[in-house]
């Protein structure tokens, strides 16, 4: 809190230093905090008192000095310290994610300035890679009671990247909020293209195999994915998981969703293959 006063009426000498005290009011007779202010030449007498409690009531007395000697201390003065803005959360994380939910958790603030009457938690869509022109959108605010310090935020869309935002508010100010960003789960069940033709295949050595891409219909997907398994390996592909793919089964390429059905091709690695498509 600020302190400021006034130099005394009748300072017999050129004033050398002031002397602060304060204590809790409460705890009248203990010692007090001393403080001295040799600024005694600057416009205002004003001197920042940092370590003092919201919502507790201290008493304050000042005197001056001079050459000659100490003054007399002033009147004592009472002044209840009111609450100020919090500082921001800690350790805001991310604990949980889902295709429709993310979970976070944080600690108090460091400096609650008073005593910690909600948490507030908001939340807004920053990035949607599945659409090309991104709109603009209302963020969420949903406040909690103090002593909750993790919070499940629901009704997400899958695959869509939020800045959630967590501030502590006392009963007179909101403090300055922490941010994270975080990505929901894409969807797992990605329906199988429709529409896909295989347009040509060469089963020369290095042939090539033309498939006709329709656009895709499903929001969520960006992207064909091409896989190629050979016919002489009778088990089931399994290029599809980046991990057991061989010479003769892989994925050949991806190719981005087209607004028109476009026409894609590969040079497979076997003189005769079959071709898998997944979105």
Not at 8 to 36: F, K, L, V
Not at 98 to 114: C, D, F, K, Q, V
Not at 227 to 253: L, M, Q, R, W
Request: hydrophobic share 35%; aromatic share 8%.
């Amino acid at each position: 809190m600020p302190l400021t006063w006034q130099p005394p009426a009748m300072p017999n000498g050129a004033i050398t230093r002031y002397d602060i005290q304060y204590w809790e009011s409460a705890t009248e007779g203990a010692e007090p905090t001393s403080i001295e202010f040799t600024d005694v030449n600057a416009n205002q007498l004003r001197l920042m008192i940092t370590d003092v409690e919201p919502l507790k009531e201290y008493t304050f007395r000042i005197s001056a000095t001079n050459e000659a000697g100490e003054g007399y201390w002033s009147n004592n003065f009472t002044q209840l310290i009111e609450e100020g803005a919090p500082s921001r959360v800690v350790d805001l994380t991310v604990t949980e994610i889902m295709e429709e939910a993310i979970t976070i958790e944080w600690s108090e603030p460091l400096e609650p300035r008073g005593i910690i009457s909600k948490y507030i938690v908001q939340y807004v869509v920053s990035d949607r890679p599945y659409y090309e022109n991104e709109v603009a959108e209302k963020s969420i605010t949903v406040l909690l009671e103090p002593d909750v310090t993790t919070f499940e935020i629901t009704d997400l869309e899958p695959a869509t990247e939020y800045s959630i935002k967590v501030l502590a508010r006392t009963s007179k100010k909101e403090g300055e909020s922490s941010m994270v960003k975080q990505f929901t789960l894409p969807p797992e069940d990605i329906p199988e293209p429709e529409n896909v033709m295989i347009v040509s295949a060469d089963v020369s050595e290095d042939g090539t195999i033309i498939v006709k891409l329709p656009p895709i219909s499903y929001k969520y997907a960006t992207a064909y994915q091409i896989g190629v398994h050979c016919k002489d390996v009778e088990s089931e592909p399994t290029f599809f998981d980046g991990e057991n793919s061989t010479d003769c089964s892989y994925i050949a390429g991806e190719v981005p969703n087209m607004e028109e059905d476009k026409n894609s091709s590969w040079v497979t690695e076997r003189s005769t293959a079959i071709t898998k498509i997944s979105c």
